[in-house]
Nanobody
Framework: QVHLVESGGGLVQPGGSLRVSCAAS????????IGWFRQAPGKEREEVSC????????TYGDSVKGRFTISRDNAKNTVYLIMNNLKPEDTAVYYC??????????????WGRGTQVTVSA
C-alpha cells in the first residue's frame, strides 16, 4: 500500500515560520521525486516546490523563492517544507505528491490528503 500523510499545519502569524511534513509508508521516498503543492479556495492548484531523486535538485515556485525550503530525509522516509516569512497569501491546503520516474515538473502519481496552513494576524 502506498500512503502519503501530511502533518504540521496550523495557524501562524504573518512573518512567522512553520514546518509541514510528508511521511511515506509502503515505499521508499528516496526512489522518487517529491513535490509540494498548495490550493486555496477558489484558486488553481499551485506547485510550490519539488526535490528530485538522485542528486536531490530542488525547484521553487516564484511566489515562495527565498522563503520556503524543501528537505528530504530518506532515513525517516519523510520530506519537509520549511516555510519562513509567511504571508496571508500563503494560506492554503498543502499537499505532497510523488513522481515515480523521479522527475519534477511532470505528472504526479500519488497524493496525500493535505494539511491546512492559515496565516493570519
Amino acid at each position: 500500500q502506498v500512503h502519503l500523510v501530511e502533518s504540521g499545519g496550523g495557524l501562524v502569524q504573518p512573518g512567522g515560520s512553520l514546518r509541514v511534513s510528508c511521511a511515506a509508508s509502503g515505499f521508499g521516498l528516496g526512489d522518487y521525486a517529491i513535490g509540494w503543492f498548495r490550493q486555496a479556495p477558489g484558486k488553481e492548484r499551485e506547485e510550490v516546490s519539488c526535490v528530485t531523486k538522485g542528486d536531490g535538485t530542488t525547484t521553487y515556485g516564484d511566489s515562495v523563492k527565498g522563503r520556503f525550503t524543501i528537505s528530504r530525509d530518506n532515513a525517516k522516509n519523510t520530506v519537509y517544507l520549511i516555510m519562513n516569512n509567511l504571508k496571508p497569501e500563503d494560506t492554503a491546503v498543502y499537499y505532497c505528491a510523488i513522481n515515480i520516474p523521479g522527475i519534477c515538473g511532470n505528472e504526479y502519481d500519488y497524493w496525500g490528503r493535505g494539511t491546512q496552513v492559515t496565516v493570519s494576524a
